[in-house]
């Protein structure tokens, strides 16, 4: 059991990722866990820390390089300064650190999560609508309740297609 509180491990953790250090979030806070002290332990485990990694890291927005001209170039672009490079989002690597190769891979991952977003809005838009059909008669349900009615109806989607 070790001595750290869970913030400062995870501080450590995305430190080295901000340095140039790619890294498995998961393998990280396998790692890691035997430095966290037994509070940190008990209120995080294991996905509570990779989960805490993943948003400090996303958090930090990559910076323009301090210069000694009395006028800071601002960046054109807002970047973050840690990006995913596989789609499950599991290793790090800090976006200065990529070479072109790196950053076009980035830019795939982004547009994939971005189409499996879409896919999601979709299926939450097209449940909506089937949810819809009992609302309008029972405004006060909830979405479980309106499910249960899609199964007693056999789960046939009102006419049409998914909703866009």
Known sequence: MGQM????????????VIAGRAINKRQ????????????????AGIDGVV??????ARRLKLKAERSSAPEQAVLPFQLPAAVAMDIDGTTLVATRQLSR??????????????ANDQHALREWR??????DQFWA???DWSFGNCL????AKGGTPLGGEAVQ
Do not use: K, M, S
């Not at 509180?5 to 080295?16: Q, T």
């Not at 990280?28 to 209120?43: F, H, K, S, T």
């Not at 249960?148 to 199964?151: Q, R, T, W």
């Open 28 to 43: 990280a806070a396998v790692n890691r866990w035997d430095d966290i002290d037994a509070d940190g332990q008990y209120l």
């Open 137 to 139: 008669a029972n405004p």
């Open 51 to 56: 989960a805490r990694i993943d948003t400090r």
């Open 126 to 131: 097209n449940a909506l609508r089937q949810a």
């Open 148 to 151: 249960d009615a899609i199964l």
């Open 5 to 16: 509180r869970l913030n400062d491990v995870v501080g450590e953790i995305v430190g080295e």
């Open 101 to 114: 190769e790196g950053f076009e891979r980035a830019i795939e991952i982004r547009r994939l999560q971005i």
